[in-house]
C-alpha cells in the first residue's frame, strides 16, 4: 500500500518562503507522476502543480507560476514543493498526491494516493 508524508508546513509572512516535502513509500516511486493540491476554507481543492515520472515535465497554477518550483528525487522517493514570495491567498491545507498516470495531470480524481496534508498558513 502506498503512502505519503508530507511535511514542511507552517506559517510565515507574506513575501517568505516555505518548502514542502513529500515521502512515498510501499511501491515504486518512478512508475508515478506526483501532484500538489491545496484546499482554502469553504473552497474546492486545485491543483497547484505536477511533476512527470522522471521529473522532466511540470505543471504550475496560473497562480503561483513563477514564485513555486514543483521537483523530486526518485533515488530519496521524495516530492518537493519550493513556495516563495508567498501570498496570503496561498493559505490553505497542501496535499500531495501520486498517480499512476506517469504524465502527469490536472484532475483530482486521476490521482491514486493522497498524503494527510499540511497546513500553510501566510500572514500579512
Known amino acids: 500500500q502506498v503512502q505519503l508524508v508530507e511535511s514542511g508546513g507552517g506559517e510565515v509572512q507574506t513575501g517568505g518562503s516555505l518548502s514542502l516535502s513529500c515521502v512515498f513509500s510501499?511501491?515504486?516511486?518512478?512508475?508515478?507522476?506526483m501532484g500538489w493540491f491545496r484546499q482554502a476554507p469553504g473552497r474546492e481543492r486545485e491543483i497547484v502543480a505536477y511533476?512527470?515520472?522522471?521529473?522532466?515535465?511540470?505543471y504550475y497554477a496560473d497562480s503561483v507560476k513563477g514564485r513555486f518550483t514543483i521537483s523530486r528525487d526518485n533515488d530519496k522517493n521524495t516530492a518537493y514543493l519550493q513556495m516563495n514570495s508567498l501570498k496570503p491567498e496561498d493559505t490553505a491545507v497542501y496535499y500531495c498526491a501520486a498517480t499512476n498516470a506517469v504524465a502527469g495531470t490536472t484532475q483530482a480524481r486521476l490521482y491514486d494516493y493522497w498524503g494527510q496534508g499540511t497546513q500553510v498558513t501566510v500572514s500579512s
Open positions: 511533476i512527470n515520472w522522471i521529473g522532466d515535465t511540470t
Open positions: 510501499g511501491r515504486i516511486f518512478p512508475t508515478y507522476a
